[in-house]
């Protein structure tokens, strides 16, 4: 299994980016899909998730409003589009999987198999 994530990048305070993760050698509708971040000296935290049909939509409260997450299974490819994008936002975004009916909360990054090697997010003031 791999999961490539891209669309990291240096953008001002304000801007946006649209990061993707693309997944191979998994039956990618099988899957819930979420965003993580971790800062330098931070702990890794949850972003955003997305159930297996895209019928749920999850954020973590300081993004809300800001980011919207999507997914194309046909292209087996999961979206995070960022704006009005803070210093306090930049972190390596990693993109990560788990099978749909895992009872864990979505924003639990133990509860996931699959992780991407993450791309960087520099949100400049």
């Known amino acids: 299994v791999q999961l490539q994530a891209s669309g990291g990048g240096l953008v001002q305070a304000g801007g946006s980016l649209r990061l993707s993760c693309a997944a191979s050698r998994l039956t990618f509708s099988l899957y819930n899909m979420a965003w993580f971040r971790q800062a330098p000296g931070k702990e890794r935290e949850f972003v955003s998730g997305i159930s297996w049909n895209g019928g749920n939509t999850y954020y973590q409260d300081s993004v809300k409003g800001r980011f919207t997450i999507s997914r194309d299974n046909a292209k087996n490819t999961v979206y995070l589009r960022m704006s009005s994008l803070k210093p306090e936002d930049t972190a390596v975004y990693l993109c990560?999987?788990?099978?749909?009916?895992?009872?864990?909360?979505?924003?639990?990054?133990?509860?996931?198999?699959?992780w991407g090697q993450g791309t960087l997010v520099t949100v400049s003031s």
């Open positions: 990560s999987a788990r099978l749909r009916g895992i009872g864990a909360r979505i924003s639990t990054a133990g509860s996931y198999y699959y």
